[in-house]
């Protein structure tokens, strides 16, 4: 097993509330996988990567929980070896990763700078990785040449993806990387990038709010809500028979473009504040399926092989 995930609790703290925006996440991650974590905005979906790398920056505090990576726990290693393992081991694309590129200097620089900070590589060897990253990822190896504002939106993030990659990482940490690019942009990273993980035999976690996408491209898919996991499994069995009311409501919510029917619907309410306790089922308001027993909390179980869900009356 490449990553588990134990009963991982994070959030926000200040001197008048505690956000908990993780709430006792668990589950497990293989060599070789293609794990999506679908859920609106504000449900705990960056919080919960930043925590799995022990990169989440104050306010931010992990209350409890284990991440353990390799057989090592990430939260308890001290500085210099996250330091070590970042990049080499696990690394981190964001969803403005393609803005945090220095306009002053080239792209071959900055990835130069990756290489040789991290590692015992020459020049010379470090600027051929450059190259062949570069063109691992879609872009010629002569626009290393180029500066960020020379450069598409799309040309950038494939820069920060190949950022991510040049050391061969296990495990490479998605968070909504193609937000802000149009929709034939993203198909075509996504597909790339999968099609590059499957030659390289990495793991992919990829966060985003678009469950359209994760259905098209993740092996497995998790689905998130008020900070917490409420299903979990093989991304075909989950698209097919939806076990959670929520999973049902997302996959309702967007058009289907293989039938002439345009009617879709929406999810009534809102996610609850999460900086109150939460009693019982977190998606009870809103859920059209919901019974006095939701009033307690639901535990979540696995009610066939491999399918995970959080739900006193799974569908």
């Not at 393609?98 to 080239?106: D, E, G, R």
Request: glycine share 6%.
């Amino acid at each position: 097993m490449l990553l588990e995930v134990h009963n991982l609790s994070a959030g926000y703290s200040s001197s008048r509330k505690i956000i908990k925006a993780v709430r006792n996440v668990s589950f497990n991650l293989e060599d070789d996988d293609f794990l999506g974590i679908a859920g609106e905005s504000g449900c705990g979906k960056s919080t919960l990567l930043f925590s799995l790398i022990n990169l989440l920056k104050r306010p931010g505090k992990i209350f409890e929980g284990e991440v353990i990576y390799k057989g090592k726990d990430i939260l308890k290693m001290d500085k210099e070896t996250l330091r070590k393992n970042r990049w080499k081991e696990f690394s981190l694309v964001t969803q403005s990763a393609m803005n945090a590129l220095n306009p002053v200097y080239k792209i071959k620089d900055q990835l130069l700078d990756v290489i040789l900070e991290h590692s015992n590589y020459s020049k010379s060897e470090a600027y051929e990785i450059v190259g062949n990253v570069l063109e691992m990822v879609g872009i010629q190896k002569e626009r290393m040449e180029s500066y960020p504002h020379q450069l598409s939106g799309g040309m950038k993030q494939r820069v920060a993806i190949a950022m991510a990659l040049v050391f061969s990482p296990s495990l490479v940490i998605m968070d909504e990387p193609t937000t802000a690019l149009d929709v034939v942009v993203q198909r075509s990273i996504m597909e790339q990038i999968d099609e590059i993980r499957r030659k390289k035999k990495f793991s992919i976690i990829f966060v985003t709010h678009d469950i359209s996408l994760l259905f098209e491209i993740s092996k497995k898919i998790s689905i998130m809500y008020a900070g917490e996991l409420v299903e979990f499994g093989e991304t075909k069995d989950v698209y097919e028979h939806p076990f959670h009311p929520y999973t049902q409501g997302l996959i309702n919510s967007f058009p289907k473009l293989t039938t002439k029917e345009k009617e879709y619907s929406g999810i009534p309410g809102k996610i609850p504040d999460l900086s109150q306790p939460l009693e019982g089922c977190p998606f009870k308001e809103r859920c059209s399926y919901r019974k006095d027993l939701c009033n307690q909390k639901p535990e979540f179980r696995e009610i066939l092989s491999g399918r995970w869900v959080s739900c006193h009356f799974p569908l």
